[in-house]
């Protein structure tokens, strides 16, 4: 069983920056490959990019090249680094875990997730 909590959201305007984090709690939170999603008023929620067991990443294009995920197993953190923000990345983002070595990008391959935090970019 893992608990996620999201922070780091707010806004940002156009080309700016925001780090989101969320932190775990539970046992065994290196087991859970990791993920980000966000979803935008009135559009399906979107896989963002993950990171597996083994550290490994992926992102959707959009995001490949500005966006970085990192993990920190001993801290049973995960952060989302967002870089030259658009207004287009305006959601709630959402952390969600899955126990299972690798990254998948449908949001029913994920057991547990986080209450959300708002991102709003301004242009």
């Known amino acids: 069983q893992v608990q996620l909590v999201e922070s780091g959201g707010g806004l940002a305007q156009a080309g700016g920056s925001l780090r989101l984090s969320c932190a775990a709690s539970g046992q065994s939170f290196s087991s859970y490959a990791m993920a980000w999603f966000r979803q935008a008023p009135g559009k399906d929620r979107e896989f963002v990019g993950g990171?597996?067991?083994?550290?490994?990443?992926s992102y959707i294009d959009s995001a490949k090249g500005r966006f970085t995920i990192s993990r920190d197993n001993a801290k049973k953190m995960v952060w989302l680094q967002m870089n030259s923000l658009k207004p287009e990345d305006t959601a709630v983002y959402f952390c969600?875990?899955?126990?299972?070595?690798?990254?998948?990008?449908?949001?029913?391959?994920?057991?547990?997730w986080g209450q959300g935090t708002q991102v709003t970019v301004s242009s």
């Open positions: 990171v597996s067991r083994s550290g490994i990443t």
């Open positions: 969600a875990a899955r126990p299972f070595t690798v990254v998948v990008t449908t949001t029913s391959g994920y057991n547990y």
